[in-house]
């Protein structure tokens, strides 16, 4: 199971009532966050799901609304009495700026461990595998998704059938071959087909582009940015590197992928709401992200 | 008048409900503020002062909760389109840290002149005169008095008592000395004897001290932190360099103030009412402070 909220929707400014846009993931009760702008600590705090086990901190870019919260969540974290290192991954350019921010939070009781991406090269991290790309924003700025592999089903049908004892069921189960009776035998033998795993994907501030259709082929999620409502502001949204309800909806629909949240809203965009319609136009599942919001994905039955 | 505004009263970390502790104030419309930590620009965006005349910013010292919404409050500043420089007043060492937020909003419409204070050296500011003291909080820590003085009263008897024309009066009258048929005529002529201005002081993570008594000399508010409501956290006071509520009250006493604002509650300190009664024993007029309490300071009527 993939527990995912979204404990702010807002862009360029924290108001009272809309935290900064960011994206929360957890997996195996470990905590993943995805961009930490300021006030990020409140939004997550207001959600529940603690701090103490948060050790993955993922930022698109170095704006300061999706950044500025670093020190403050790396104290709550040291102040949840979190002394595991903290790894921090980002774009080119993210560690010194982290450095900077660190002025005033240079004493951590955990070691704090920046490392900038390149695209397309997946990491193991808390229990998933993350992967980065390019968005297009006019500075370093990466999109990302977050994979959670399904391991095919165990046949013990066919474990019974080869007289495997139980004792190495499970490290076929886990993928790996076991030697018995002096012969090789491979997980393929006892396990069923390839499954379906978990994945989401958070694209912001960006435009649309054909790698952002290929990162997010087919996820369970997709977090996108819709900065603006309206149609009548697609001119703005180029200008600013941004994107409308209707361009997330259509990168939605042309990646494939299951369910849609907006975020990322101008501060302007009182009430995104309004302007639902024109993203399910294009993308029927289409939902206008709120403060707070939550699902758990888990893996289809079979 | 001089308009007064707590945005926030926590401490530490910012809660939801509880934005981490500031002070506000207005001027002849020029807006200062002392200490900006995490979320304050929402904290202001709620109290609905603006930000555009916001001036000048002056911070207690450089631990996080005190400083680290700098960043998002100018490019909030920015966002207001304040062209007119920023003046940024605080401890040594604030201009390094200062410079190290800047990373996250290198480029900003106007000027921030960042200024290291020296004890009991007054400037002038935002109309009025500040003047900062050493805190007793085991790093470089200022505690700040904001006067507003108040010229003596223009008397007209006097003026025309002496034959002086109309149009000379407004320079006499802000206490300037004219030259008049060959006479020097000096504003004590023709002003009444020296008027009570109006003073407000901003105590925060701080023992307490007989230069903060001297300090907070007959302000008509105090604005003092008591992290810690019971008196059995006197020991806990003084071993993280903060205070009690009877604490506070009795540096209230001691300095004569006219109002007392309880801030700066530790997050273990949710009902901070429970505990008034305790400085209200040794200051009558102790207040708790609450997010968004405000008051008007008005010269007395003489």
Known sequence: ML??????????????GRWLSCLLV?????????????????????????????????????????VSGLPGLLLRLANSDRVEPVRLFGPPGLCAVAEGLRGIA?????????????PRQPQAVAGGRLVAELADHGLPCLSYRFDVPRQPAFQPERARALGLPVEHWQTLQRGEAISWRGHAVEPSEVLGPPRRGLAVAYLTD????????????GVDLLVCEGTYGDDADAAKAVEHGHMTFREAAELAAAAGARRLWLTHFSPALQEPERYLSLA??????AEVGNDGRTVALSFEDR
């Open 3 to 16: 527990d995912v909220a979204l404990p702010g929707t807002g862009g360029m400014m924290p108001l009272p």
């Open 26 to 66: 957890r997996l195996g009760g470990e905590l993943l966050l995805f961009d930490c702008g300021e006030g990020t600590q409140v939004a997550l705090a207001a959600l529940g799901w603690g701090f103490r086990r948060l050790g993955t901190i993922v930022i698109s870019h170095c704006h300061a609304d999706h």
């Open 106 to 118: 240079p004493v951590l009781p955990f070691e704090v461990r920046c490392e900038e991406l390149a």
């Open 206 to 217: 960006t435009r649309p582009a054909a790698r952002l259709v290929e990162l997010a082929a």
């Open 280 to 285: 399910r136009q294009v993308f029927p599942a």
